[in-house]
């Protein structure tokens, strides 16, 4: 059947008809939301039993809910769509006995908008309540909703599949009640919903933070609290050799290595503005006062490294010959990420990021975007990372600085992106306040984008903190501030390697990068001898000794996923060579051993990805 309808538009018909499937199945419901959302759809709802008892379904129930979905498509139910004034839906509704429709009429009626972030926003000004709302009917489940749908339930698609059950809190506060979302994917034929199943299998696979368990590399330990990273001596390895890498390339680059402390009196965060704008993702402040008396400030957990990195740059006076000034911090920073949205490494409370500001005269503000956005490209090329979303956010409406400048810092972003020949997205007026921005989102081996280098230009913090430099006719100038971090949060940037790579990273990152076994207790001095020679000349060698059979210890080496497996025995001794197995390989290859020294090396120091 030829449908001329979007995929949106049938995934928000499929949330309609999986809220009908449940009305039909359980006693009593209250209904909450339910878009369509990318590759799928969801609805949230509160359950009940006959006696009012409370039920939270669970993963064995979506089976029949998704096969009561499939005989209502059967039916062909139309979609009937209403008109109602905002007086008639409240009627509706109460009599329906839905709160949660209530919840949103009233919205409607107060804010003019349903929306839970425009109305946080919505301080003095707001929309005017619509005269008009729609509600749409299939079956006997009527639903507060825009619209668009399908004309019947025949015309759906049966490419789709309900997959989780999840807690969410209506309209996403805390304090409110706890509903059940069901969800669930949807395509337009049963080979996309195939091909998508599979790629979901390998990101299952590749989840980090099983193969953070698996690998041994960190944990999340509830006597020390949600989001916040323990690593363990393989992960922290792992993260000082990205750290180191990334370092000595800042500082080839013309970068200086500044340090800052993690708390700082809470009055810095009120000259940057922190303390207003960001409040809700920062800590609660240290009151030492209620510990020493004669204690008068209040001290604050750094959210940011800019304000430290600012105080360093106003210890002195800078004259255009100072300019460009780029200082570089490995820093860590604290931010309050609600639970519900902590993920592993990917989304955590305390990280490191490679960050750094520049501090630049108009005339250099293009070669210094340049200069990073190249140097991104760069170093994330030898991560293995190739395949790109880049996005200009442009000015939004309400923004600080003149607009000259603006235009200024647009353009030398929008000639940096051309002169890469990468395409890009303009995400127009999606700029922070402060001034317009590069954000590059890497893609990983099933092709899922990363957010992780971000380039801004800030006219807000120069003129807060008062900045400013000596011109060539000796008058103070207010510098150009970029904020840069190119690998982002150290945390998150593991968490997406880790997967990129299935837990199998390149040879220059792996925390053991050779392994070596001696098939019995006559070839012991010999491997010991080749584990010193590797030791030496610092390439990381785990000596596997006959505690377990030639096979297990291959299996071992193999399950922890170490580059090169190197087996010595009668004749590698009588040889003086190794038996080389290379990852992915089953060829054992025999080498001398001084030429297995020199090839490991080499590939160590070039990079090498395999």
Known sequence: MKRNYSIETIRHSLSHLMALAVKRLYPKVLFGIGPAIENGFYYDFEI??????????????????????????????PFKKKELSLKEAEQLFKKLDQKYKLDLINDLKKYGTTDPDEISKMAKSKMKPPKTISVYEVGDFIDLCRGPHVKSSGELPLAFK??????????????????????????????????????????????????????????IDDDLGPGLILWHPNGALIKRLIENYALDEYLKNGYFLVNSPHIARFHLWEISGHSGFYKESMYPPMHLKEINKEERDDYQLKPMNCPFH???????????????????????????ERSGTLSGLVRVRGFTQDDAHIWCQ?????????????????????????QYEIYLST??????????????????IEETLRSSKINYLIDKGGGAFYGPKIDIKIKDALGRPWQCTTIQIDFNLPQRFDLYYIDKKGKKQRPIMIHRALLGSLER??????????????????????ALINVGKSHRDYAAKIFKLLSEKNIRCRLLEENETVN??????????????????????????VSVRRRKSNELKSMAVDEFISQIIKEIENKVIF
């Open 48 to 77: 009940f039993d006959r006696s009012g008892k409370k039920i939270n379904l669970c993963l064995a129930d979506l089976a029949k809910i998704e096969a009561e979905m499939r005989k209502i498509i059967k039916e062909d139910l």
């Open 162 to 219: 309900l997959t989780k059950v999840a807690g969410a809190y209506w309209r996403g506060r805390e304090t409110n009640p706890m509903m059940d979302r069901l969800m669930g994917l949807a395509f337009e034929t049963e080979k996309e919903l195939k091909d998508y199943l599979a790629q979901i299998e390998e990101a299952e696979k590749r989840d980090h933070r099983l193969l953070g368990e698996t690998l041994d590399l960190y944990h």
């Open 310 to 336: 600012i105080l360093i740059y106003k210890r002195k006076v800078h004259s255009w010959r100072d300019l460009p000034l780029r200082f570089t911090e490995l820093g860590t920073v604290y931010r309050y």
């Open 362 to 386: 108009p005339e250099q503000l293009e070669t210094e975007i340049k200069n990073a956005f190249f140097l991104a490209l760069k170093i994330l090329k030898t991560f293995g990372f190739e």
């Open 395 to 412: 000015r939004p409406e309400k923004y600080i600085g003149r607009p000259k400048d603006w235009q200024l810092a647009t353009k030398a």
């Open 493 to 514: 940037f593991m968490g997406v390697l880790i997967e990129h790579y299935k837990g199998a990273f390149p040879l220059w990152l792996a925390p053991s990068q050779v």
């Open 552 to 577: 297990k210890r291959i299996r071992q080496a193999e399950m922890e996923k170490i580059p090169y497996i190197l087996v010595v025995g009668d004749r590698e001794k009588a040889n003086q060579t």
